[in-house]
């Protein structure tokens, strides 16, 4: 089971110590959904449930040569991220995306918990903005057959990459 938040970003804080990642994933199937995903040189293929804040998900490892197949076969766009890990408090990391490509300039940052009661127990950061946790044109598999991201990204400037601290 999987369990997150997600949300726009106010200020992209300072990211020189953080975990960085370079990911591109496509989706096989939008129902049920299903991805495949490239995390720096390692694979994976993905089923997820339905939902928002909670869904099921199965990540199984797969070769660089099943990827390349199933790479051919996507539906949409290929999504291309940079990915930064910030750690936050008990544990928890803020998983920074900013995408690339057909994306660029949207931001997102999201965090996953172990139960329900910690995700409604979440204090977040000041530098999070609005969230968008249960709105569905965020999610990736979404996103992947937008036409404009413009449509998406917020007007309030949370688009432009402003530093801060954590």
């Not at 997102?108 to 946790?133: C, L, M, R, Y």
Request: glycine share 6%; net charge negative.
């Amino acid at each position: 089971m999987e369990i997150e938040k997600k949300f726009f970003v106010k200020k992209v804080p300072d990211l020189g110590n953080c975990q960085f990642y370079s990911i591109n994933q496509g989706y096989i199937s939008f129902t049920p959904e299903v991805r495949i995903r490239k995390k720096e040189e390692t694979y994976y293929l993905t089923f997820k449930g339905d939902g928002t804040q909670n869904r099921d998900e199965e990540e199984i490892p797969i070769d660089k040569k099943v990827y390349d197949v199933l790479l051919v076969a996507i539906q949409g766009k290929l999504i291309e991220k940079n990915r930064y890990d910030i750690p936050l408090y008990d544990g928890l990391i803020a998983e920074l995306d900013i995408y690339h490509g057909d994306l660029e300039g949207l931001i997102i940052v999201e965090t996953e918990f172990k139960t329900e009661e910690q995700a409604d127990s979440f204090i977040v950061p000041d530098w999070f903005g609005e969230e968008i946790t249960e709105n569905k044109r965020y999610k990736n598999k979404n996103l992947a057959r937008l036409e404009n991201v413009q449509d998406l990204i917020p007007q309030d400037g949370s688009k432009k990459l402003k530093r801060g601290k954590v």
